[in-house]
């Protein structure tokens, strides 16, 4: 069984579909799986699969474009492999993105290779101006979710929740 | 072929239809043909233009949604095509115009132009229906029969590495973007 913690993973997914989310585009990592297998379940959502993460990038765009509300869950590794996409579509045409990234690679991180990527999220998302806030404890859950939903439409740009160890991994 | 002559010969197809190009060339093409609210210019993200087209054609399944994609850009995301095929959205059809070139750049070859095949990329990606054209006639025969069949296509129309002599037009990115938006939405 793996640790991930399903009770954090449905809250999330929850607060997803409550502030209105319909489509979702993700990449598999560990952290993610219950969230991939709850929209995967979920008649009401649309679950897109990614070869590379950036892809999620025109297709939430599209969505958007279109009318519908749409999530990204990624790694930070694919946040970072995801940046141009992220500038020169989401920022240059002003496309709301909500983009929920594993945090790996903090506090606590044991695999050796998650460990670069982790150093850096926090300064790329600053220097690229995207608002983001860490989600570590379950009751921050639904209220940022909602308010980063609120601001990526109003605003019409990327924002960014970062899913901690504490809230994703039950034996932090 | 030229990409001009190819974008004429079937734009009264795309009247009604949602249009997402690539940068560069094929833009400034289709613009100078005539732009319409339901067309939108992908005028950076290189690779994007075919994801995006996946998104809305998975959430307007009732349109008709043509992407038109360059070799230069395709490349940038050949594991798109593995994406767009999972998903087989009937109501796409992806043309990619591929001259060889980065044309925009100063026109250095791209790996089609030592054989790379892209058609043949799209098969093994899991397209349904895949088909390299290198005739006008051909090139409209294919695009006909890709809207009338109603599955995922990827035609691959080989043109000359020719462009229009500017690619800055005087439609802002934000004002497509929000009339795109709009027209979809409405």
């Not at chain 1, 599209?62 to 790694?75: D, I, P």
């Not at chain 1, 290779?113 to 790329?124: M, P, R, S």
């Amino acid at each position: 069984m793996s640790p991930v913690s399903i009770t954090s993973s449905r809250a999330i997914y929850d607060a997803l579909k409550a502030s209105g989310v319909r489509l979702m585009s993700a990449l598999p990592e560990t952290w993610l799986v219950h969230l991939i297998r709850m929209a995967e379940e979920d008649p009401e959502m649309t679950l897109v699969r990614l070869a590379k993460e950036e892809e999620g990038v025109g297709i939430s765009a599209g969505a958007h474009l279109a009318g519908v509300k749409s999530a990204m869950l990624m790694q930070n590794h694919g946040f970072l492999a995801s940046i141009n996409g992220i500038v020169s579509c989401a920022q240059l045409y002003q496309i709301p993105l909500l983009m929920l990234i594993s945090y790996r690679g903090e506090f606590g991180e044991r695999d050796p290779w998650q460990t670069a990527g982790g150093g850096v999220t926090e300064d790329v998302l600053r220097a690229l101006r995207i608002p983001f806030s860490s989600l570590d404890r379950a009751d921050q859950v639904a209220p940022r979710i909602a308010k980063a939903q609120t601001l990526a439409l109003s605003a019409n740009k990327p924002v960014a929740l970062l899913l901690c160890r504490d809230l994703m991994w039950e034996d932090a | 072929m030229t990409r001009i002559d190819a974008l004429k010969a079937i734009y009264a197809s795309l009247e009604e239809r949602i249009v997402v190009t690539i940068m560069g060339a094929v833009a400034a093409e289709l613009q100078s043909l005539g732009h319409r609210p339901n067309f939108f210019y992908l005028q950076h993200a290189m690779g994007l233009a075919s994801s995006m087209g996946l998104g809305i054609a998975l959430v307007k399944p009732e349109r008709q949604v043509i992407v038109f994609d360059g070799d230069g850009s395709i490349l940038m995301n050949l594991g798109g095509l593995t994406t767009l095929a999972r998903y087989r959205p009937r109501n796409l059809v992806h043309v990619i115009f591929d001259n060889e070139s980065l044309l925009s750049v100063g026109g250095f070859p791209t790996a089609t132009a030592t054989g790379s095949d892209l058609a043949g990329i799209a098969a093994a990606a899991g397209i349904p229906r895949t088909e390299t054209v290198t005739t006008l006639a051909a090139f409209t025969r294919a695009f006909d029969e890709a809207l009338a069949a109603g599955d995922l296509t990827t035609i691959v129309a080989k043109v000359e590495a020719v462009g229009p002599s500017a690619y800055v037009t005087d439609l802002s990115l934000l004002e497509n973007r929000f009339q795109f938006s709009r027209s979809l939405r409405s």
